[in-house]
C-alpha cells in the first residue's frame, strides 16, 4: 500500500460501539460577533456529569482563542479532532472562543456565506465548525443566542426559538437574541444574518396558539413565495389532522439561500432552504418544481416533531427521523391532488435512486452497521426505503393501530433521543403485531426478489398460487433471512375482465408460500403488489397478453400503471437482448389507455412514458447502452409513427392560459407535453415547429422547458435558437440557468459528451454552487447513454469534475459520485475504464474521507 492510501484510510464508525455520553450540556448560551471574514464565537456550557471520563468536545477549526472552566483559564488538549478537558467536580461552566471564517468556507458546513447571507448547516456534523462542543445527537440542550452584527450589512437576525430581546449599537452595529425553550441537539441550530425581506403570515393551531410565519428570502425574490407559505399552512394543518401534531413556537421562519448542499434543513423554529425549494412563479418554475416546494416544505415542517421534539440517539438511527418524515410528506402530498399518481412519481424514484443502489456496491441496510463519513449516508436508502418500511408497518398494523402507535411514540419519547426500535416497539405494542421478523427490513440490504406463478385447474375451479421470496447478497451480507412482505393481491378473469376475488392482504413471511383460491371459473390474471405494498422486485409469469389486459382493466391505479411498465420494460429487453422489436403489444396498451374514457390526464401521462434508459439497463445482467438506447428510440419512434392521430389529439388539448397550478391543468400539460415528445420522435415534419412554437408562446415554465427538452432532442436549428433566446431571457436567474444545464446534460443527443465537456467550461458553471454542480454532472452522470460513451471520455470528464470540485465540497463531490460504482454491469473494457477512474480519485493526494469512502467502496 502506497503512502497516500495509509494516510487517507478513515475511522470507521460502529453502530455497536455506541455508548451514552459522559456528559450532558442541559444549557448553552453562544455569542456571535458576525462578520464575513471573522466571526467570533463564545461559548458558555453548563456541563453536567452522566458517567466516568474527561469532557470531549467535538471541535474543527484552528485552535481555541480561550478555554475557561468556572471562570478559570483551564488546560486543555486535543486529541482526534476533540478538545479534551478533564473536568475534577460533577458540573461546571465550560466557556470557550473561537474565530472562524464564514467566506472561507466553501464545504457549507457550518457558519457559511451565500451572496452575502450568512448562514449555518449543522446537520450532522457541522456544529463543530462552529464552536467546540459534544457533537452528537443524544446531547440535548436549551439554547440562548445572541448576535452582534453590522445593521446595514445585516439588517435581519435570526436564530432558532423565540426572539427575546434586540437592540442598537453605536458603532452601526445592532444585536438580537433569541431562545429556544426545547432542548435540541446541535445538528439542530441555526443562525441567519443577511439582507432579507418576509413573506408574513399567521396560524392559529387547534388549541387557539397564534404563530407568527416568515419566508426570508432576498428582496427580489420576494414576489416567488407565495406558494412556499400557501404550502406551509396546508402542512400545518394537515399535521394536526393527521396526525395530532400542533406547532410548539410563537414563530416559525424559512429562509432560502441559494447555495445549499441539499433540500433544506429542519433547524428547530428556523428552517433554512435551498433557494429551489422556496422559489415559485409560473414563469420560472415547473409544475414539477412546485410539487417540490411544496413537499420539502411540509417534509421540514413535519420533522418539527419527526425529528425534532423526538430525535435520533445516533447517526445509525438516520432513518427514525428521514424515513418516517418521507412517509409524512408523501401522505401530504397524496392528499393534495391524486394519490395514484403521488404513488407511480414516489415508485419511480424509488426504482431509479433506492434500487439502484441497493444493487451496488454502496447498498448499505436502512439501519447501517457502520459508516467512514455520516454525509454519505443521506441516501435514498435511509430515506426512501426508510419511508417505505413506515409504509409497510402502516399497511400491517392499520390505519387506527398505525396512528394509535405514532401517538404512542411521540408521547414516549418527547424531548429524546431514540432509536429505530423504539418505532418499531411502538407499532408493536399499539397494535398488537408481532414485527419480530418485520425488523430484518433494518438490518438486511438489498431488493427482495418476489417470484408468482400461479396455476388453474379449469375443471374443479381451483386456482393455485405460488409465491417464492429471494433477497440478494449485498457487500458484508452474503446470505439474507427471508423477509416480511406484506403483498396486497387479486386475481381477474381473463375472459371476462371481471375481480374473481376481493383484494387480499398475503403477508410472505417465509422464503415460499402457497395459497389456494376456490371457485375459480375462468383462467384468473394475477395483480400483485398493488400500491406497491412492498418495495420489491415481482417476477411473475404473466404474458404480453396478461400485462396487456391488467394496464386496461386493473381497478388499482398503481397495478394498472405498472403492467404498462413491466409490458414495455419486458419489451425493451427482449429487443436489447434477442433483438426483437415486438412492439403490437405495447402499441395496442398504450392506445387503449389514451382511448380510456374519464381517466385522470396525469395518470395517462405517466402510463404512457417509456422506463428510462437507466431503468432499462437496471434489468439487464450486462448493459449495452448504445443498444438500450437504440431500442428505447425505436419503441419511442414507433409509437409515436402509428399512435399519432391520438397524439395529436391529445396535443390539441389546450391547458388554460393564465397558468393555473391545479390537479386538472397540470395533467393536461403533462399528457400535452407527452405528446409533442411522441410527436417528435415520430420523426414528424412539423414537431420541430410546433415545439418551437410553444416554447415561445408559452406562459409557463412547465410547457415552455418542456418545448426547449423537445427540441434539443431533435437536431433541429430551432434547438440551438431556442437554447440561446432561453439564456438570455433568464441570464442571472440562477435557478432557470441551473435548468438550461440539465437540459443540455439530459439531451439523448450523440454529441451530449462533448457538449458537456465544453458546458464545464462555460462562465456560468460554477461548481461551487452545489445546485450548478448537480444541474450538470450529476444530470451527466444519470445520461446512460453520454456518460457511458464507448471511449471513456465521458468518464474522464467526470472524475476530473469530481476531483476538483472535491477541494471546495466534499460531500457534494461525493454525492455525484456513484454512476461510476455501476461498472460490474459493462462490459470489460467499459468497467476497466470506470475502475481505472476510480483508483485515480482515491490516489488524489488530500482527498477528502467523503470522495474516499465513495470512490473505495464502488471499487468493490
Ligand atoms: N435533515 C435534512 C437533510 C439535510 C442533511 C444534511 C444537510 O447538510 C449537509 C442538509 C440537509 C432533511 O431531511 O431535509
Ligand atoms: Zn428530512
Partial sequence: MDIQHAVAQPTVIHRADYRPPAWSVPDVALAFDLDAAATRVRAALSVVRNGAGDLRLDHEGPPPLSVAVDGVAADWRMEDGQLVIALPGDAHLVETEVEIAPDRNTQLMGLYASKGILCTQCEAEGFRRITPFPDRPDVLSRYRVRMTADKARYPVLLANGDPVGAGELDDGRHWAEWHDPFPKPCYLFALVAGDLRVNADTFTTGSGREVTLGIWVRAADLPRTAHALD??????????????????????????????????????????????????????????????????????????????????????????????????????????????????????????????????????????????????????????????????????????????????????????????????????EASGCDLARFRRWYGQAGTPRVSASIDHEAGSGRATLRLAQHVPATPGQPDKQPMVLPLRLRLFGAATGRPLTDERLVILDDATDTLVFDGVGERPVLSINRGFSAPVIVESDRDAADLAFLSAHD??????????????????????????????????????????????????????????DAFVGDQLARVDPDAVFAAREALHRDLGVRLAARWRAAYAERPAVPYAYTPAEKGKRRLRNAALAYLAASGAPDAASLAFGQFEAADNMTDRLAALQTLISLDADEGEAALDIFYNRYAGDPLVIDKWFQAQALSPRADTTDRVTELARHPDFAPANPN???????????????????????YRFLADQLIGLDKLNPQTAARLLPPFGRWRRFDETRGAMMRAELERIIAVPGVSKDLFEQASKSLN
Fill in 231 to 428: 404550502a406551509l399552512k396546508l402542512a400545518m394543518a394537515w399535521d394536526e389532522r393527521v396526525y395530532g401534531r400542533e406547532y410548539d413556537l410563537d414563530v416559525f421562519n424559512i429562509v432560502a439561500v441559494d447555495d445549499f448542499n441539499f433540500g433544506a434543513m429542519e433547524n428547530k423554529g428556523l428552517n433554512i432552504f435551498n433557494s429551489r425549494y422556496v422559489l415559485a412563479d409560473p414563469d420560472t418554475a415547473t409544475d414539477v418544481d412546485y410539487d417540490g416546494v411544496a413537499a420539502v416544505v411540509a417534509h421540514e415542517y413535519f420533522h418539527n416533531w419527526s425529528g425534532n421534539r423526538v430525535t435520533c440517539r445516533d447517526w445509525f438511527q438516520l432513518s427514525l427521523k428521514e424515513g418516517f418524515t418521507v412517509y409524512r410528506d408523501q401522505g401530504f402530498s397524496a392528499d393534495q391532488g391524486s394519490a395514484a399518481v403521488k404513488r407511480i412519481e414516489d415508485v419511480r424514484t424509488l426504482r431509479a435512486a433506492q434500487f439502484s443502489e441497493d444493487a451496488g456496491p454502496l447498498a448499505h441496510p436502512v439501519r447501517p452497521d457502520a459508516y467512514q463519513e455520516i454525509s454519505n449516508f443521506y441516501t435514498a436508502t435511509i430515506y426512501n426505503k426508510g419511508a417505505e418500511l413506515v409504509r409497510m408497518m402502516a399497511t400491517i398494523v392499520g390505519p387506527v393501530a398505525f396512528r394509535a402507535a405514532t401517538d404512542l411514540y411521540f408521547d414516549r419519547f418527547d424531548g429524546t433521543a431514540a432509536t429505530c426500535e423504539d418505532f418499531v416497539a411502538c407499532m408493536e
Fill in 555 to 612: 381497478d388499482d391505479p398503481f397495478a394498472r400503471y405498472e403492467a404498462m411498465q413491466q409490458l414495455m420494460l419486458d419489451t425493451l429487453v427482449a429487443a436489447v437482448v434477442e433483438g426483437r422489436a415486438e412492439h403490437d403489444a405495447v402499441l395496442a396498451a398504450v392506445a387503449t389507455t389514451l382511448d380510456a374514457a374519464g381517466l385522470d390526464r396525469t395518470f395517462v401521462a405517466e402510463a404512457v412514458l417509456l422506463p428510462s
Fill in 772 to 794: 450548478r454542480a448537480r444541474s450538470l454532472l450529476g444530470a451527466f452522470g444519470v445520461n446512460q447513454r453520454a456518460f457511458h460513451r464507448a471511449d471513456g471520455a465521458g
